[in-house]
């Protein structure tokens, strides 16, 4: 049952209603605490201030109250008393002091005694100078003025306290206000500052799920593209969404394509040793290497001895699997760094590195032997031999198709010679060991 998974556009409209979420959430917060702040404001101005400017008018008016009392309590033009005397009462009796009925009862009082002094101040002053009793009178007049101006000290000290009190009071309220708006900035400010974290915070998560959904194995599958190009392994991690699963699938099916391809094109489908052309290829490369390395390389052709008898007496397929099992035991006598090529027919290539001239000769002679006694021990084929050319590197000038055609040389004296010989190229043969 084929796994289910998601598509990337569910992925996508998931990020993308978790941005929109968050950013709607952000605004809202903003947008309420930008109205709360305004109502604050608008209260402020409604509010606040007219009460502010109502305490600061009374302490005005009580400072007003007081300079008008003086005049009355320590004046001496009658007038000017009787001015200030009403002006005293229409301050006391207007609505300024009404926020706080105990300012408006020392209001009130202080009016009275105002009222008291004039009156007193008055009789005092315009006492006739005929009257009986003047000097008693006078000296009765000024008592009771006296007992009145001691009353006003005390009264005005009264409301030096309140108008103090009202400007404490007026200013609690102004630092008031003050305060609430800065802690309704604050609250702006600090909400605005977690939205953009938030909202980062929700970026780099959106980022991070993109990078790691498919930023990431977008990346897996090019690098495993450019891998099975070059012909070299990759791994591709489990695909979480459908699309990228399909690319994976793709990729996994080019590799297995590319694999089969490269195998068709570089093996012998029967035996599977190299092919002809591949073979070259690969002696190139290592012939180069060896030059520039002065590293030793050796070329062996080999040939099955009368193999045109085996297919004429026990048939094509019996000479078939000769052939397969042939190179099975020469690949089992190979060591590392040794390559076998099928270069057609019944006739073998073999390469060889890091062999000095010696070894090469020991590790022919081996397969010689090996194959003629392991075929002898083979039932389901008859016995062979094989005959064995040898030709190593000398020169800068040696070519893979010299030194072919040099073992090839070889080959054609051992075979000559009465077959199943390991036979020595020319240029070596008299030191031999080769090379
Ligand atoms: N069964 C089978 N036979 C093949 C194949 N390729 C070539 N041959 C046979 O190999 C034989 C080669 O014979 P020859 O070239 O005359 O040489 P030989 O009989 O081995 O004799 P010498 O090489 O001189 O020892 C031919 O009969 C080819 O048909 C193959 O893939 N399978």
Not at 174 to 198: A, D, E
Not at 248 to 256: E, F, G, P, Q, T
Not at 405 to 414: F, P, R, T, V
Request: with cysteine; aromatic share 6%; hydrophobic share 40%.
């Amino acid at each position: 049952m084929p796994e289910r998974r998601l598509k990337i556009k569910h992925l996508l409209n998931r990020l993308s209603l978790l941005v929109v979420a968050v950013t709607g959430l952000i605004v809202a917060a903003i947008l309420l605490l930008s109205n709360y702040s305004a109502q604050l404001a608008q209260k402020s101005e409604q509010e606040l201030l007219p009460s502010i400017h109502e305490h600061q008018r009374a302490a005005l008016n009580l400072e007003r109250l007081e300079r008008m009392g003086d005049l009355v309590a320590y004046g001496a033009d009658l007038a000017l008393m009787r001015r200030n005397a009403l002006a005293a009462q229409v301050l006391a009796y207007q609505p300024s002091f009404n926020f706080d009925p105990k300012i408006q009862k020392a209001v009130r009082d202080a009016y009275e005694l105002i009222k008291a002094l004039r009156i007193a101040r008055q009789q005092y002053l315009k006492l006739p100078a005929d009257h009986s009793d003047r000097d008693q009178q006078l000296k009765l007049l000024q008592q009771k003025e006296q007992v009145l101006q001691t009353q006003w000290g005390e009264h005005k000290q009264v409301l030096f306290e309140l108008q103090n009190r009202i400007i404490t009071d007026a200013t609690a309220l102004q630092s008031q206000t003050l305060q609430k708006i800065t802690q309704t900035s604050s609250r702006i400010l600090i909400v605005g500052m977690i939205g953009v974290t938030l909202f980062v915070f929700v970026l780099i998560v959106a980022a991070t799920l993109l990078r790691r959904h498919l930023v990431t194995p977008v990346t897996d599958a090019s690098r495993a593209l450019l891998a099975i190009e070059s012909g070299k392994k990759y791994q591709l991690r489990a695909a979480d969404y459908d699309e990228i699963a399909t690319i994976n699938h793709a990729v996994d099916r080019l590799s297995s394509t590319m694999k089969k391809l490269h195998e068709m094109a570089t093996t012998d489908s029967l035996t599977g040793c190299y092919n002809r052309r591949y073979f070259m290829e690969l002696a190139e490369e290592e012939l180069i290497n060896a030059h520039s390395k002065q590293a030793p390389l050796a070329l062996l052709m080999m040939d099955l001895d009368h193999f045109k008898r085996v297919n004429d007496e026990y048939g094509h397929a019996t000479g078939d699997e000769t052939l397969k099992l042939c190179t099975q035991w020469i690949r089992d006598l190979l060591p590392e760094g040794c390559f076998l090529g099928r270069l057609g027919g019944e006739e073998f290539a073999i390469l060889l590195t890091q062999h000095n001239s010696l070894d090469t000769f020991k590790l022919a002679e081996c397969i010689r032997v090996c194959l003629s006694e392991q075929s002898a021990q083979q039932t389901s084929i008859p016995h062979f031999t094989v005959s064995i050319g040898i030709e190593s590197k000398c020169y800068v000038t040696d070519t893979v198709d010299s030194l072919l055609s040099l073992a090839d040389k070889a080959l054609y004296q051992a075979k000559s010679s009465g077959r199943n010989k390991v036979v020595v190229g020319q240029r070596n043969s008299n030191t031999l060991p080769v090379n």
